[in-house]
């Protein structure tokens, strides 16, 4: 369970960010160009600034919970559409949480989310993608369906081979819109 340990990122630093962690303000992640364990989830990211931690009571997060924010497109495009569930994910992907699970044990996933965008942000999706680059499973995190909060799930039985899954998020041609990660819960 998931609502995001502001000791461990102030101890990954800056292995995980930008600058200095700082309580008080956004902590830009960095460009990793691997794997980076914190927290027991996986960041990679080859563009600096596409995810944004936001410490409980910081500038950027005004609430009682840690969370992630989204500061873009996952993908080097905002064109980019997720293609649909069973599909291979596209190969722009510059950025992603990956949550590590276990091959051939049953698994329930659940990501809570928000729409950070205006109204105007119409459009946006979701994805969860496998260990093997298959869309699993995505929804509309659109302002209209998001901005007061929605969550993704996923099941799967225990014949599958995942050893983990990536949170993908993209702007679906839009310019603007991300999504807060609130948190997330897996059970295996």
Known sequence: NWGFDSS????????LFSATYNASADNLIKI????VLVDGLVF????????????????GNAT??????TNGSFFTSNATLIPAVGEDLPANVRTYIAVPVEAGKALSLRINYRQTGSATATAGKIALVGSDGKVLAFKDASYAN????DSITLALDASHT?????IIY?????ATGGINILGMVREQ
């Open 8 to 15: 461990a990122y102030a101890t990954a630093d800056t292995t």
């Open 32 to 35: 990793t160009g691997g794997d």
């Open 44 to 59: 990679n990211s080859t563009a600096a600034s596409v995810l944004r931690y936001r410490q409980a009571g910081s500038a």
């Open 64 to 69: 009682a919970s840690a969370l992630w924010n």
């Open 146 to 149: 998001a901005s007061g909060g």
């Open 162 to 166: 995942q050893t983990a899954v990536k």
């Open 170 to 174: 993209g702007r679906e041609t839009l």
